[in-house]
T-cell receptor, first 113, second 114 residues
Framework: GENVEQHPSTLSVQEGDSAVIKCTYSDSASNYFPWYKQELGKRPQLIIDIRSNVGEKKDQRIAVTLNKTAKHFSLHITETQPEDSAVYFCAASLGGSARQLTFGSGTQLTVLP | NAGVTQTPKFRVLKTGQSMTLLCAQDMNHEYMYWYRQDPGMGLRLIHYSVGEGTTAKGEVPDGYNVSRLKKQNFLLGLESAAPSQTSVYFC?????????????FGPGTRLTVL
């Protein structure tokens, strides 16, 4: 089955700095890679996703990059704000089925004012 | 639209007791999922359904059963609860067609098994 590893497990940055979270996956057939944000006590919510036919995608301060050859993808948050503090999860589709996702173990991001 | 809702929000069980968690969605989604979330382990797929009357096993199905009798509802059952099933359970749903695969999550159910 798919294995997704996520690093780092915790990340602290100063407000205004950039944050980068990295994930690697094992299944070369995976073709869908979403990122979810989960605030304390809340449900996970999709913040950005990317498909295997695209190398990069941006949405305002958030971007995701994908390297299919190396089987890794990264979340980039620029100009971080205190409200960006949360746990971020990456995920990869299982065997090309976008409906079955394997999640990483999460990154606790803290933005220090 | 209420989106995805879950009942109950909290529950405490004794070892060996049974219970059913209810997930409901009003977005006409074909696909529904049950995950469990444990500290430091992310979300793990328990069971999922690709349509009314269908279910399939995910990554960690042992000790759980599911049913999808109506398109809008997906039930997760624990027949004989064990302390290892203490977790936060999330339901999610998604479309089955088109270019969007976004999974929408419910608010979660915090289950403690003593």
């Amino acid at each position: 089955g798919e294995n997704v590893e996520q690093h780092p497990s915790t990340l602290s940055v100063q407000e205004g700095d950039s944050a980068v979270i990295k994930c690697t996956y094992s299944d070369s057939a995976s073709n869908y890679f979403p990122w979810y944000k989960q605030e304390l006590g809340k449900r996970p919510q999709l913040i950005i996703d990317i498909r295997s036919n695209v190398g990069e995608k941006k949405d305002q301060r958030i971007a995701v990059t994908l390297n299919k050859t190396a089987k890794h993808f990264s979340l980039h948050i620029t100009e971080t704000q205190p409200e960006d503090s949360a746990v971020y999860f990456c995920a990869a589709s299982l065997g090309g089925s976008a409906r079955q996702l394997t999640f990483g173990s999460g990154t606790q991001l803290t933005v220090l004012p | 639209n209420a989106g995805v809702t879950q009942t109950p929000k909290f529950r405490v069980l004794k070892t060996g007791q049974s219970m059913t968690l209810l997930c409901a969605q009003d977005m006409n989604h074909e696909y529904m999922y049950w995950y469990r979330q444990d500290p430091g382990m992310g979300l793990r797929l328990i069971h999922y359904s690709v349509g009314e009357g269908t279910t399939a096993k995910g990554e960690v199905p042992d000790g759980y059963n599911v049913s999808r009798l109506k398109k809008q509802n997906f039930l997760l059952g624990l027949e004989s609860a064990a302390p290892s099933q203490t977790s936060v359970y999330f339901c999610a749903s998604s479309y089955s067609f088109g270019s969007t695969d976004t999974q929408y999550f419910g608010p979660g159910t915090r289950l403690t098994v003593l």
